[in-house]
């Protein structure tokens, strides 16, 4: 849904404008960041029921390795953290 061929402006409009657009990044961050975490405790909850990185990363369309790299640690490492927090954390 793109925005092409516009040939007039309303420069009354553009501060409110800008207002929303800030809003809808912070709706779209937010949105990510809940999405992200719930991917990271899903691979989490893989990872401890005994899924293999090559099962998580063809799934996730990615190689083992990229997977591994970016959700890291192993099932005891995830349950350690889990037992000492008492929820999961999420690994960068």
């Keep these: 849904m793109g925005v092409t ?13 800008l207002t929303r657009l800030t809003a809808a990044l912070e709706r779209y961050e937010s949105g990510l960041q809940a ?11 893989c990872r401890l029921a005994g899924a293999t990185w090559s099962e998580i990363g063809e799934r ?3 190689t083992k390795q ?7 640690g192993s099932p005891r490492e995830a ?3 889990v037992h000492r927090d ?5 690994r960068s």
């Excluded at 061929?5 to 404008?17: F, K, L, T, Y």
């Design 5 to 17: 061929g516009i040939s007039h402006r309303q420069p009354s409009e553009v501060p409110d404008r």
């Design 35 to 45: 999405l992200n975490q719930e991917l990271a405790d899903e691979i989490l909850a």
């Design 66 to 72: 990229g997977a591994q790299k970016r959700w890291g």
């Design 60 to 62: 996730l369309g990615m």
């Design 79 to 81: 349950r350690a953290s």
């Design 86 to 90: 008492g929820c999961s954390e999420r």
